[in-house]
């Protein structure tokens, strides 16, 4: 999907910090981070959304945190803690239409509820 800047990021025509890639997923720095530690690790394939993930993107789904778990312990945050979130489609705060796990650590977070 040419228009799609994640899609641009995997493929390697838009700029961005990578810090993983395999064959599934790829990992890049947040431009605007939330957090000391902002990551996005993004689905190499084009996924709308959650709302779009079958049982043929489950490995991927999954591959998505077991890299998020990974890239924690190498930053050092996995023991004090970190935040994976997923927004899905207009409601839940997703601007860009390509599924994306968001690692956020490196400072306690607030808690969400």
């Not at 838009?14 to 810090?19: C, R, S």
């Not at 996995?78 to 239409?97: C, E, I, K, M, P």
Request: charged content about 15%; some cysteine.
């Amino acid at each position: 999907m040419t228009s799609c800047i994640f899609c641009q990021i995997v493929a390697g025509t838009a700029k961005a910090e990578i810090v993983y890639q395999d064959e599934l997923v790829t990992a890049f720095r947040d431009i605007h981070p939330a957090a000391p530690i902002h990551l996005l690790i993004v689905p190499n394939r084009h996924i709308e959304s959650v709302n779009f993930v079958g049982a043929e993107e489950e490995a991927t789904a999954g591959r998505l945190f077991g890299v998020a778990r990974q890239l924690a312990a190498e930053r050092g945050i996995a023991s004090d803690g970190y935040r994976l979130v997923v927004n899905t489609n207009h409601h839940g705060g997703q601007t860009v239409f390509h599924l994306h796990l968001h690692l956020l650590g490196g400072r306690s977070l607030r808690a969400m509820g």
